[in-house]
């Protein structure tokens, strides 16, 4: 690839990537706390780029450029332009289907207090929900009215409120599911967020060893209402 075709390219993945955290599109790939480092990164491809780009203009020429094909070019630019002019999306129900996977169980049965109530309710990540309804020898949720924010996935018998789980990228993002019941027909429409409150559905808890998505604990619904994507659309993992 030649000097011209290098510099084009990180340059525009360098503002691809300055792009993406300044206007907080990043958080649909990664974890909020890899903006620092994104936005370095892309900083740092700039200033590359425009070294290149002067030391080209400055360095004389003796009449012989060694060029390659398109081909490599384009492999380099597309995936960025693609990335440019598609908006960012966070992982939604379809993608949860698709992620059977496993993850590392809590380390411990214990788990911390639940938080304060918040207008009559405790309000939970789906990730903290799923690992203490599962795990949880304690039973800190008995009895106790949660609040949960999610999206919906499509299931006979009501709704799944599904919320990602991620370590450090969409990439190792697993999806946390839990059954939703008693909520009132017609279910809201697949992949919009939702608030969901309501009481955990006893059941037996399972030995801390490894979680599968498709271990899905019971929540029955007292009330259902839609809510705006949250800032950060996954959750941490256990």
Not at 19 to 29: I, M, N, P, W
Not at 48 to 75: C, I, K, N, Q
Not at 197 to 218: E, H, L
Request: proline share 13%; with cysteine; glycine share 8%.
């Amino acid at each position: 690839m030649n000097v011209d075709a290098r510099t084009t390219g990180a340059a525009c993945l360098g503002i691809l990537m300055v792009k993406l955290v300044t206007s907080g599109g990043y958080r649909a790939y990664v974890r909020p706390r890899m903006g620092v480092l994104l936005l370095l990164a892309g900083s740092s491809l700039l200033m590359v780029a425009a070294a290149a780009l002067l030391s080209s203009l400055l360095r004389p020429r003796d009449g012989h450029e060694y060029r390659t094909g398109p081909g490599l070019d384009l492999l380099v630019l597309v995936p960025t332009v693609l990335m440019a002019v598609m908006p960012p999306v966070p992982l939604g129900a379809a993608a949860a289907a698709m992620r059977p996977g496993a993850l590392r169980a809590p380390k411990t049965s214990v788990f911390p207090p639940l938080p304060q109530r918040v207008s009559g309710a405790v309000p939970l990540t789906v990730s903290d929900f799923v690992g203490r309804a599962l795990y949880d020898a304690g039973g800190s949720l008995k009895g106790i009215r949660v609040r949960l924010v999610g999206l919906v996935a499509p299931e006979p018998g009501g709704f799944l409120l599904v919320r990602f789980a991620m370590f450090c990228c969409a990439a190792d993002a697993i999806p946390m599911r839990v059954h939703i019941r008693g909520a009132r027909p017609p279910p809201p429409a697949e992949d919009s967020w939702v608030e969901v409150t309501g009481t955990w559905r006893p059941a037996p808890v399972r030995p801390a060893i490894r979680f599968d998505p498709s271990m899905m604990p019971t929540l029955d619904a007292v009330t259902v209402r839609p809510t705006a994507e949250p800032s950060d659309p996954y959750d941490p993992p256990f």
